[in-house]
């Protein structure tokens, strides 16, 4: 999405059933820039854009999740919800 915004956006758009839409030039520049400006407001351990600082804060989270007693628990238990809702869907 990042990377290439105007193509993820036309395929959103096109399985939509919207295939007319157009991201023009001068939309997703402004769609950049007020990105750009939420992103100034927030901490940057939350922020939504990829950075090292966000990067180091998760890895020492999940490190602190991970050793939880009680996490095995809850990995089988999401687990089991992804699987019961693959077979739903399927």
């Given at each position: 999405m990042i990377a290439d915004k105007k193509s993820t956006i036309g395929g959103i758009a096109e399985i939509l059933g919207l295939p007319e839409?157009?991201?023009?030039?001068?939309?997703?520049?402004?769609?950049?820039?007020?990105?750009r400006n939420a992103e100034t407001k927030k901490d940057r351990n939350a922020g939504s854009?990829?950075?090292?600082?966000k990067e180091a804060f998760q890895a020492k989270v999940s490190k602190l999740i991970i050793a939880d007693a009680n996490f095995p628990k809850c990995s089988n238990l999401f687990n089991s919800l992804e699987a019961r809702t693959i077979n739903a869907v399927e």
């Amino acid at each position: 999405m990042i990377a290439d915004k105007k193509s993820t956006i036309g395929g959103i758009a096109e399985i939509l059933g919207l295939p007319e839409f157009r991201l023009s030039d001068d939309l997703l520049e402004d769609y950049d820039r007020k990105m750009r400006n939420a992103e100034t407001k927030k901490d940057r351990n939350a922020g939504s854009l990829p950075n090292k600082q966000k990067e180091a804060f998760q890895a020492k989270v999940s490190k602190l999740i991970i050793a939880d007693a009680n996490f095995p628990k809850c990995s089988n238990l999401f687990n089991s919800l992804e699987a019961r809702t693959i077979n739903a869907v399927e």
